[in-house]
């Protein structure tokens, strides 16, 4: 029972978050300031770039939420953030790439606690 809640909480977080980052990058105006519009500057990715990877995180993130696409989804996620973390070290921004770590655990841990509705 005590899983089933975990694995239920852990599930939305990493849903809203996905979307929010997603609609966030998504939405990127050219005047937009802040540390990871500076970092975002740096990796040199188009805007068409950008707009394929906000998509890519959204609909990863909504994938998690349903028992069928669970597996498929956190396996997009994760594999999400060691593009993000690669292109971090091409770089050389190693900090920002090492505080990606816990967020590429989420979706392992979430594919070994399993979703709350597919278990038996």
Do not use: C
């Amino acid at each position: 029972m005590i899983i089933r809640l975990i694995s239920g909480a852990l599930i939305l977080f990493t849903a809203y978050m996905g979307l929010k980052h997603g609609w966030q990058l998504f939405n990127i105006k050219g005047n937009d300031t802040g540390p990871e519009i500076d970092i975002i500057n740096k990796l040199n990715a188009s805007k068409g770039i950008l707009k394929s990877f906000a998509i890519f995180t959204m609909i990863s993130s909504i994938l998690i939420l349903f028992p069928q696409t669970f597996f498929v989804g956190n396996i997009l996620n994760a594999v999400g953030f060691v593009i993000i973390m690669a292109a971090l070290l091409n770089i050389r921004e190693i900090k920002p790439a090492l505080i990606e770590i816990p967020f590429l655990i989420m979706p392992l841990l979430l594919i070994y606690l399993k979703h709350p509705f597919a278990m038996k």
